[in-house]
């Protein structure tokens, strides 16, 4: 089976603290995504990248960044942590561009902004 | 609409059947899928459909597509309380130049004994 693993479960950060999420998937899947899930808001997409140094813009990137220097691993940065960015963060990572075959999800993290 | 579509509340008794619908935006997606998410976890891929198909049975599962009127249903037999839990229909529209998948918000289903 896919594995999409996420290096932290809960991570509580301070206002303005640089913050880094890992995800790392270990199946050669091209594309991977970014979303933080709020209540009532669903998945919205924060960024996501389809090859090696790729990366494109989601839904709400603002206050966000990425990486991916590597094809299996894709960082998430909050460049200046905020309060309102306190969320459950998912990775996912799928096979091809079409998504046929769906995505695999990471376990999340939920990140509090203190 | 421009979302995709489900109700945001379920509520059924064990041994009942669930059933939860959506409605997605492009009648040219050709997959569309259900993801469970159980409190805490990451979305778990259920179950999927290819949009020739109109219906697919998987155990417990059964899938129903209505292309006419963009319609998708999930059917939970003999619901569980470990099916208690959020369920997510998603849609990989032609539209979409990157082919990323379009999440609804989420149904929320709970199972009372």
């Known amino acids: 089976d896919v594995k999409v693993t996420q290096s932290s479960r809960y991570l509580v950060k301070r206002t303005g603290e640089k913050v880094f999420l890992e995800c790392v998937q270990d199946m050669d899947h091209e594309n991977m995504f970014w979303y933080r899930q709020d209540p009532g808001l669903g998945l919205r997409l924060i960024y996501f990248s389809y090859d090696v140094k790729m990366k494109e813009k989601g839904d709400i990137p603002e206050g966000y960044s990425v990486s991916r220097e590597k094809k299996e691993r894709f960082s998430l940065i909050l460049e200046s942590a905020s309060t309102n960015q306190t969320s459950m963060y998912l990775c996912?990572?799928?096979?091809?561009?079409?998504?046929?075959?769906?995505?695999?999800f990471g376990s999340g993290t939920r990140l509090t902004v203190v | 609409g421009e979302d995709v579509e489900q109700s945001l509340f379920l509520s059924v008794r064990e041994g009942d059947s669930s059933v939860i619908n959506c409605t997605y935006t492009?009648?040219?997606?050709?997959?569309l899928y259900w993801y469970k998410q159980e409190p805490g976890a990451g979305l778990q891929l259920l179950t999927y459909i290819f949009s020739n198909m109109d219906m697919k049975q998987d155990q417990r599962l059964t899938v129903l597509l209505n292309k006419k009127d963009k319609h998708l249903s999930l059917r939970i037999a003999d619901t569980q309380t470990g099916d208690s839990a959020i369920y997510f229909c998603?849609?990989?529209?032609?539209?979409?130049?990157?082919?990323?998948?379009?999440f609804g918000a989420g149904t929320q289903v709970v199972v009372t004994p």
């Open positions: 492009d009648s040219s997606s050709t997959y």
């Open positions: 996912a990572s799928s096979l091809t561009r079409q998504g046929s075959y769906g995505y695999t």
């Open positions: 998603a849609e990989a529209p032609i539209s979409d130049s990157w082919g990323k998948l379009q």
